[in-house]
């Protein structure tokens, strides 16, 4: 039997002025592309992670089902939800959470008036 993750609330960082199943789907999404989470690893079950998180069974839900359409979890009936072991899965998400990333990033370098490069240039720089 493969070895159960067991969540705690520490392990979030939660903005109240954002739905708490968007920011658990990132977070939880950031922990399998960075191999916090390992492929195959069990998680707990909805309840226990409501309990555990101090939140609604249905936010844990939504969350498990997204990720589950990501292809970056599994459920199998009577056994539980886990980390994909589809290597392909995984690294689809760490690219878009990359796109994703230079994509703010641009647009902060946009708002201040300089291109990607530029920022990255002057970030190097020292003070």
């Known amino acids: 039997?493969?070895?159960?993750?067991?969540?705690?609330?520490?392990?979030?960082?939660?903005?109240?002025?954002?739905?708490?199943?968007?920011?658990?789907?990132?977070?939880?999404?950031?922990?399998?592309?960075?191999?916090?989470?390992?492929?195959?690893?069990?998680?707990?079950?909805?309840?226990?992670?409501?309990?555990?998180?101090?939140?609604?069974?249905?936010?844990?839900?939504?969350?498990?089902?997204?990720?589950?359409?990501?292809?970056l979890l599994v459920t199998f009936r009577g056994q539980g939800t886990f980390v994909t072991e589809e290597a392909e899965a995984i690294r689809r998400s760490r690219v878009a959470l990359a796109k994703h990333a230079v994509r703010q990033m641009e647009e902060l370098a946009a708002s201040i008036g300089l291109t990607l490069h530029q920022l990255l240039e002057l970030a190097k720089e020292k003070e």
Do not use: C
């Open 1 to 71: 039997m493969p070895a159960t993750h067991v969540w705690s609330s520490e392990q979030f960082r939660i903005d109240p002025s954002r739905p708490l199943y968007e920011q658990y789907i990132e977070q939880i999404r950031a922990m399998i592309a960075k191999g916090a989470l390992a492929p195959g690893i069990r998680l707990p079950s909805v309840r226990e992670t409501a309990a555990a998180l101090r939140v609604n069974p249905t936010t844990v839900m939504k969350t498990y089902q997204e990720l589950e359409r990501m292809n």
